[in-house]
């Protein structure tokens, strides 16, 4: 019998997933609709971006996406990169600053879900055993 695909899926958890990839999908496309640059540094936030909302979504939906040694590393890459990438921000134009620290207190979250994803979900990534939750994508 098919499971649902929302099931173990912490309802909040699923909202908030939602929310932050429209928001992050609409922020992109309005910012290339007014003529924004695909630069590489477009382009690194993106991937981190994706790579966030990957463990993220792996959380909300309590599926094993790869394995937990890759979410633990790009957990800290992802946390230092964006890290380094607020600092020339946050310490310059100051109305910039406030408006973009209270962007990133809303991802707070998304970060929180990828660290109990790599960290904090043993069941998760066992590997075999009957009514665990299902992989979405095993690798390594």
């Known amino acids: 019998m098919a499971t649902h695909p929302l099931s173990g899926a912490r309802a909040g958890w699923v909202a908030y997933a939602v929310m932050l990839t429209f928001g992050v ?14 630069t ?13 909302l990957t463990a993220l979504w792996g959380y909300a939906l309590q599926r094993r996406i790869g394995n937990e040694r890759y979410w633990r590393a790009v957990f800290w890459l992802v946390l ?3 890290s380094v990438m607020l600092i020339p921000v ?16 809303l991802i707070v979250p998304a970060y929180l ?21 299902k992989s979405v994508l095993q690798v390594g």
């Open 40 to 52: 590489a540094l477009t382009l690194g936030n993106w991937t981190l971006s994706a790579a966030l």
């Open 113 to 133: 879900a990828a660290y109990l994803y790599a960290y904090r979900s043993p069941d998760l990534w066992k590997i075999g055993g009957g009514s665990g939750p």
């Open 25 to 38: 999908l609409a922020g992109e496309a309005a910012n290339l609709s007014r003529g924004g640059e695909v």
């Open 90 to 105: 946050l310490l310059g134009d100051r109305a910039v600053a406030l408006f973009t620290a209270a962007l990133t207190l």
């Open 80 to 82: 230092f990169a964006n």
